[in-house]
Structure formats: structure tokens, C-alpha cells
């Protein structure tokens, strides 16, 4: 029974809390963004608060299935939502950001971008390592991209997340689909993590780049140009996207579908890719096109923000599930962390 009310306390601390303004202010601090900035291994030269505001949107929720009988609405689930909560505006919520871990043509140092390839040993190493940097923070809502590694790596990474919810893809292809993979228990639905997939949040295609090795190609068109093909703004691999394109798909359905849940108090993970990210990146960060191009992301490092008042706020990449600073960075995080620690003592 006490279980059960403090799991209740944790689901609303999960998905409304409050943080006092002077909290705020001191834990956005110039140390605290030096630290990020490292570990986006962003130039120097680009380190900035990386605020952005948003334009007030209409909430567009995860549409519940249009069978009446679904149960699996995380939204207005009684753990998520109180009659309380509805009069309340939710303060922040955390966006971790997380490009997959080493995939088997990044170990070839072969161009991937739409190609389905999975992680290698190393990669599923660095999906767990994540997941340990991540297991204190709080986490309502998984988006990947359609492709497997990005699949393979917010599931390993939740394997290490203490609060031990279970991580759910929706299947959302077809009615049947959607029918078919209802939950009928509203205390099960409780204890998942919904995940949606999504190929606008997929690598970017490389074209008739795909399955070549980047240093032949390189040996073969010269240095510059695959430079060009790889981190120009607007010039796309021959037959593939330029990081401008996919930008367009990537950051529309994260203005779309990813921002209207922060804007409600969820907590989001994002699974995705090197440029799907980077492109995310640039929009949260306002980064122009010269600066995204030396922007580079590693595989498998979890990077937060936390989403306050219509602002974006980098706070770093946790780099270890016990340091302290981590829990620093705002007092809802670590009130969700003690909580934590006391249902798990
Ligand atoms: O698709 C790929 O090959 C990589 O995931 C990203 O490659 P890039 O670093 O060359 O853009």
C-alpha cells in the first residue's frame, strides 16, 4: 500500500513539478554549461545559454486509439493527470537526447543513413552505459526513429532506468495493429513507458552514398568534397539529403508531435541519429547553418535539457548516474532522485 502511494507521488512528480525561479537561475550557471558544452564536443566558440522560445502551441497529445475500448492513454492516465494537476501549468520537463550506440557499419566506416544496420557489441555496451547515466532521470515518453539501432538503444538503455518502468513500442501501421497490441490492465498501463517510432526522426539519407567506405570515398572524390557531402548545411550527397532536409522532417515533427508533450510536463527521451539530432540540436540551441557544421555528436552519450517556460535549456551530458551534479541541475530532478532512492531502499 505505501508502495503504491508513493508510486503515485513519483508518477506526478514524473510529469508536473515545481522549481523555484532561484533554483533556476543559479543551476543554469556558466560552470554548469562549460561542462555540457564538453561533452557535445561543441567548438568553444559556440557555447552559449542556447535558449530558445518557443511560439505557444495548441497541446497536440497522443492521440488515444479510436477504439473506445483502449486503455493505453499515458496522457490522461490517473498517473500522469489528477484533477489538481489539470488547473496547474507545468513547470519543466527533462529532454534527454541520445544518438545510438555503435552501429555494425560504424565499425566498418561505412555511410549508413537509411540503412537498417544494428548495433555491435561495442554499440550495446554504450546503449547500457547510457542508460546508467540516465537512470535517475525521469522518463514519460520514448520517440525513436524507424530504424533499429536507435530502437536497440532506448531499449538497453532502459533496462538500466531504476524506476523499472517497461518501455512499450506503439504499433500504430494499421487498426489491427493498434487493436492487437491493447493493454487491459490500467495498472500495467501505469508501469509502461510508451515508445513512438518515427522516420522523420531516421538518419539522414545518404544517397548513393550508402554501404560506402567513408575513407575510400574520400580516397576516390577527394577530402573536401565528402567534408562537403558529410557537414555542408545545404549541399546533399549525390541522391541524398543535405542536413538542411533533413532538418525540415526532423525538427516539424519535433515541433509537432515532441514539444506540445514538453509543453504538458512529460519527460521525453529521444533515440535517434548523428543528423537527425544535429538538426534537433540546431533548433533547440538556435545554432545557425555555420555553426551546426561543427557540431558532432558521439554515439551513446545521453545529452539533457531540461524544457521550461517555452525555453530550452542544455544542461550537459550526466556522466555517471551518482554524480552529484547531476541532480544539481534543477530541484525537481532531484526530488525525483530521492524519491527514488527511498522506494528502493
Ligand atoms: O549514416 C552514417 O553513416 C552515420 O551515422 C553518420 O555519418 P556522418 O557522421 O558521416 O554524417
Avoid at 260 to 284: T, W
Wanted: with cysteine.
Amino acid at each position: 500500500m505505501a508502495t503504491t502511494v508513493f508510486q503515485q507521488a513519483l508518477g506526478t512528480l514524473e510529469s508536473h513539478s515545481c522549481l523555484s525561479s532561484s533554483g533556476f537561475r543559479h543551476e543554469c550557471g556558466s560552470a554548469s554549461v562549460r561542462l555540457i558544452s564538453k561533452d557535445f564536443k561543441v567548438d568553444i566558440a559556440l557555447m552559449r545559454r542556447g535558449n530558445y522560445c518557443s511560439k505557444k502551441r495548441s497541446f497536440s497529445l497522443i492521440q488515444a486509439s479510436t477504439s473506445q475500448t483502449t486503455v493505453f492513454d499515458p496522457v490522461s492516465s490517473p498517473l500522469h493527470k489528477t484533477a489538481n494537476d489539470s488547473k496547474k501549468k507545468p513547470s519543466e520537463a527533462a529532454l534527454i537526447l541520445i544518438r545510438h550506440g555503435e552501429s555494425m557499419w560504424n565499425e566498418k566506416n561505412l555511410f549508413t543513413g537509411c540503412v537498417d544496420v544494428p548495433l555491435t557489441k561495442k554499440g550495446v555496451e554504450e546503449a547500457i552505459e547510457a542508460g546508467k547515466r540516465i537512470s535517475n532521470i525521469p522518463i514519460d515518453l520514448i520517440y525513436t526513429s524507424a530504424l533499429i539501432r536507435a530502437q536497440m538503444t532506448a531499449m538497453l538503455a532502459m533496462t538500466q532506468h531504476r524506476r523499472k518502468k517497461v518501455p512499450i513500442i506503439q504499433h500504430e501501421e494499421n487498426e489491427q495493429a493498434r487493436a492487437w497490441s491493447q493493454i487491459f490492465s490500467e495498472e500495467t498501463n501505469k508501469q509502461c513507458i510508451p515508445v513512438l517510432t518515427a522516420w522523420q526522426l531516421n538518419e539522414r539519407m545518404y544517397g548513393e552514398l550508402q554501404g560506402l567506405n567513408k575513407q575510400e570515398t574520400a580516397d576516390k572524390y577527394g577530402k573536401a568534397k565528402v567534408q562537403e557531402w558529410r557537414r555542408s548545411y545545404d549541399i546533399p550527397p549525390p541522391n541524398g539529403e543535405s542536413l538542411e532536409m533533413c532538418a525540415e522532417r526532423a525538427v516539424a515533427y519535433f515541433q509537432e508531435h515532441i514539444e506540445p508533450q514538453l509543453q504538458s510536463g512529460k519527460n521525453v527521451m529521444i533515440a535517434a541519429h548523428g543528423n537527425s539530432l544535429r538538426s534537433i540540436i540546431m533548433y533547440l540551441d538556435k545554432l545557425t547553418s555555420q555553426e551546426v557544421i561543427s557540431l558532432e555528436l558521439s554515439t551513446g552519450i545521453p545529452m539533457l535539457y531540461i524544457f521550461k517556460e517555452g525555453s530550452f535549456i542544455r544542461r550537459g551530458s550526466p556522466v555517471a548516474p551518482t554524480e552529484a551534479g547531476v541532480y544539481a541541475y534543477t530541484k525537481r530532478l532531484a526530488q525525483y532522485r530521492q524519491r527514488l532512492d527511498e522506494m528502493l531502499q
